[in-house]
């Protein structure tokens, strides 16, 4: 007889829920004080919905019609028409980017926006060109009048130091640009060359920390803040270039090989090599003999170094002392710098520049003695091309 207990077709002792099926439950009425819900209630929150969802969408459409029918894809950038009124000056520094100058030009009140400038730049074939200096524009102007006046080389008001030049060429410079009287900006050293910013290992003497760039001149410019922008770019060219410790040479000697091998040579490729025909020497004991450095404590540039310069009593003649001199013999910029951080792989410890573009390096006695006769012979025939042979 059958259990009254258990459903018709299970297994005794066996729940739908052991087996794995889900547990039959039967309904029960809802707990009490608490209504069922209101199918009206729930269709209505259904309405409220799709309706968000779709004005939601409609106005979403509207923003991208709205953005896709613009010219380029959106409003286009504030700017001023016309040529502007009034006077401003404008430093652009070396290095700066059409947007830092973008920047530069709203702070000034020269163009309404730093899109519109670099838009107006974008379109330009010569956009990306603009020189270093200090320009005078006007307020109010348009982007593209004022970047006109920006891509004139006429119209930048700078100093360019050339690589390798000597403090005493720079001071030089500095006078004819600013308009002062020669020796202004020597003395200006002398007096305060404590506040230029230099590293404790330069002793007061700016020689090599004059970095070689283009630099904007304004009506407050002077020769004491010239010096130390220079000062100053020379640190960040040092770092950019890891002038560090090497080939057991300090920060401030590795920045003198730098110097000599920008005085030595005229490429990048030659700046590496020289530098390695300076460190092979100086691993052998062997004296550099540079003529540039006897130019440099002569304070002269010839192509000719006689038997006498050679005696010259001075720690700059590499001829009768071994190593490096004291410190640089000139400003140099980034090849020179890259030049002593990585010179070139090779056991040279002889180079001479034959002729312009032919500088042969060897480490045979015997290859630099031909080398030489070459040299000598090019200048038996160009005699105001030649220069000599180093070391």
């Known amino acids: 007889m059958a259990d009254p207990f258990i459903a018709p077709g299970l297994t005794p002792g066996l729940t739908p829920g052991h087996l794995g099926a889900p547990v039959l439950e039967l309904e029960a009425p809802p707990p009490a004080g608490v209504e069922p819900p209101d199918p009206r209630r729930r269709h209505t929150g259904l309405a409220c919905l799709l309706t968000a969802m779709a004005l939601f969408l409609v106005a979403g459409a509207m923003v991208l019609t709205g953005y896709l029918l613009w010219p380029e894809g959106r409003p286009p950038a504030p700017d001023y028409t016309g040529s502007g009124s009034g006077n401003v000056q404008v430093s652009v520094s070396q290095g700066a980017t059409l947007t830092q100058i973008g920047q530069t030009l709203v702070r000034s009140g020269v163009v309404a926006s730093t899109r519109a400038f670099t838009e107006a730049a974008a379109k330009s074939p010569a956009g990306n060109r603009i020189q270093p200096g200090t320009y005078t524009l006007r307020r109010r102007m348009s982007a593209v009048n004022a970047l006109n006046v920006l891509l004139d080389p006429a119209n930048a008001n700078a100093l360019t130091i050339p690589e390798g030049r000597r403090a005493t060429q720079i001071y030089t410079a500095i006078d004819t640009r600013l308009n002062l009287s020669a020796g202004t900006t020597l003395r200006t ?203």
């Open 189 to 391: 050293v002398e007096q305060r060359a404590g506040e230029l910013g230099l590293p404790p290992e330069a002793h007061d003497n700016p020689e090599g920390y004059l970095y070689p760039s283009t630099y904007p001149i304004t009506g407050d410019t002077t020769p004491l803040s010239l010096l130390q922008q220079m000062v100053k770019e020379a640190g960040k060219a040092a770092q950019d270039n890891g002038v560090v410790t090497t080939e057991g040479q300090t920060a401030y000697q590795v920045l003198t090989v730098a110097s000599l091998a920008e005085a030595e040579a005229d490429n990048p490729e030659d700046m590496a090599r020289v530098a390695r025909v300076i460190y092979n020497r100086m691993a052998k004991g062997m004296p550099l003999q540079f003529d540039s450095t006897i130019n440099y404590a002569l304070g002269r540039s010839t192509l000719t170094t006689t038997t006498t310069d050679t005696r010259l009593d001075s720690p700059y003649n590499t001829y009768l002392h071994a190593g490096l001199p004291p410190g640089p013999i000139g400003n140099p910029g980034r090849d020179g710098l890259r030049a002593a951080t990585h010179p070139a792989e090779g056991d040279w410890i002889y180079f001479v520049t034959v002729s312009p573009g032919d500088t042969r390096f060897t480490d045979s006695p015997e290859q630099h003695l031909k080398n030489v006769a070459d040299f000598n012979a090019y200048s038996a025939q160009h005699p105001a091309a030649s220069a000599p042979p180093s070391p």
